[in-house]
């Protein structure tokens, strides 16, 4: 099957049509407006649109998205362009249609732990508002990302270990088809067998199959107490069999976060602590009862005794928790100053938990072998892993991709998946066939169906 | 979009064709084959199939699959034959194509939390060998269905407050599609976002899309203690409340079930007790520490006192929890033994948690302007109720399903769903319009996409 990916379209036409519905300070052409939309977070290529159109409203996105198909013009959606794969970058130029402007809040449901909110509302706004009813909305990146963003990268973040990632938090949607039609999907109850999941089939479809304008979410109640422990070892094996020995001890970490050796020494150094650089769990407990904390804490203590901890550092002071948070919080941004004027490339594996020692001893041999002082840490708790790379040119970038290509393949090899957390984008698409080999067809045809003329965030997903 | 409902086959020439790669006791005509084959647990209409194909593998599977698309013949996946809604049903004949022979355990990953299994193993028999291990599967319905049923129709049972549905509990699947070809979605990474989510769209499409064959799923630890709170208030709407104030305060109940006052009566009476029958919670903890059970158990007790609960009986004696679960464990027979010689029809309606008293008050009101002594119960964790409902004529048959119509049309009111767990089949098809709108014709593209012979399971989940 052959997706079209040639356009030709007739641009003032298509502007013209626009102007009928939608006001002036809706549509631009500008350079400025163009070039902000041109490119995500990422090193990918950029790319401007003809046209950068802001959508008030589910009709309003409706309006032009069946203009798109009329004229046969590519329509990608925008949110915040925090993406790390390309994925809003409008690689076939056309419309890009920003939904920042859709922020509001339609519903807070305290009792049903749900909201119903625009596409366009980032999840800092979104829970500042919820924060007030007790509620937060947990599958949030580290960027400060938007609400349709995070449910078309299907996002994760730091605590998808215990809250899952945002397609397990999500139950309806509005979503604008390629045709132009408006369609509703999932319901606010939090149990459905009732009919084709279109809901997950659309979360994680980086705006290719239809654009999301309103979402309703699942929420969990802000606990009063929290913990921290710091433990590393000697061995990355022993962190990671220490991870698996706290899950079969039923505890749920918020967070369960893994550092390696290199990366530690540089945190350590930036925060000026004197200790040696050994593999890291950071982790984080939430609870209504600082009893049950204390409890927790003894577990995870016995536990990487048990693994011949070298250093181990439980607190339930909210403030030492803040400050030992922060180092894992900023260690992009340390990373980042030790490698000042290198650009930085961050992978996206995700293997079985007990593949992770494997993964990361794989990672740090295809850096040595390629001459790449990068740094792994890892959402150890769901087997999500990131190396980061510096690099300063082609030569560095080319090495840095021998990398990726290398450590995608030790990753499919163990059972995992190219890409965890940051989607396919344009950075991924070469993986696919690699990964899914021939349900990849499958995934085209429906493609084909529900937008046969190609005009959702074309170039996308697919090789 | 008419999507094809006749069939004109060679049937002999199919069975030829067959006998060239599978053994004689794969393949059966014989009556009683068939008649076992023709229907399922619910009231529906049976239809027997024109021959019945045991697939021993998945190599198996894609053989009569390919000949059923090749001979234009509908072919119906069959597991236990335990749904309720018409599932596995036939409606069109062909081909029944059981899976129940496929019974293997490939690997269980204890360090992974995952086990990979063949469809057609009960999850009791899987839950035998996984208790060895220390872990459990647990989105499992009250019938002992198999792996590839539970998957097909998105089944949950009473933990999914705690655990999830099927849906979050699958991360990959072997699945012959239509065409024959074997395709493999998902990883056993627990984190995916590499394109299309096949997964959870093949999971509750009750074969309609494709046959799973094999699949890997997630495991919990069982956990060394649980502990049991009953308790009955005056009202449904302080029970539904209580349910709130738990989850408000942070508690993760593993059951959370809700019977209504008449069923209550009828336990009560069932095992000889002598109370007041009224709204009542069952409510269920685990944990690997007995001192957090006592502790939850104080919550739901100070919560149910500020609700002026009229009976609570809260234990971590084992015994006695056993005792307690098995009232509600057996509510469908003990009401089954009141009505003897009674047809029972139970419904399936799903909303927000919130809407659950409503919910409750209309589906009351309807079985009394109907003549109907029905029950109610339900998964209030996830606000999913099932009304009971007794007949014994055509005329009784009629008034429960005016009752289903109408509480269907009240839960999607409320925001809810026509199935929170039995699925579409044949007895929720004509709901779907009703339930999704315009969404049921972007199902109908995707189906006649993956399947444009409609070949497999037809006359399912569409009207």
Known sequence: MVIQTTYAFNLEALITDLRTTLRDDQISVSETDRETHSHDWSRHTPSLPDVVVWAESTDDAATVVKLANTHRVPITAWGAGTSLEGNPIPVHQGITLSLSRMTAISAVYPADFQVTAQAGITHEALNAVLREHGLFFAPVPGANATLGGILANNASGTRTVRYGAAKDNVLAM???????????????????????????????????????????????????????????????????????????????????????????????????????PLPTLFIEFGSFREDVLEAELEIVKAVSEGLNAQHIELTTDPEKCDELWLVRRHAYNYFQARYEGKSLYVTDVAVPISALPQMVGTIQRLMDENGIDGVVLGHAGDGNVHATMPYDDDAGFAAVKRVNAGLIATALQLGGTATGEHGVGIGKAAHMEQEHGSAVAVMRTIKQALDPNNILNPGKVFP
Do not use: C, H
């Open 174 to 276: 509005t979503v604008v088809m390629a045709n132009g039609e408006v369609i509703t999907v999932g319901s606010r109850s939090v149990k459905q067998s009732s009919g084709y999941n279109l809901l997950n089939l659309i979360v994680g479809s980086e705006g290719t199959l239809g654009i999301v304008t309103e979402a309703t979410v699942r929420l969990f109640p802000l606990e009063k107490f929290r913990s921290t422990a710091l433990v590393s070892f000697e061995t990355t094996q022993q962190a990671i069999d220490a991870v698996v020995g706290i899950r079969t001890r039923g505890l749920t970490p918020k967070s369960l976060e893994f550092v390696g050796e290199t990366y530690a020494g540089i945190l350590w150094d930036a925060v000026g602590i004197n200790r040696k």
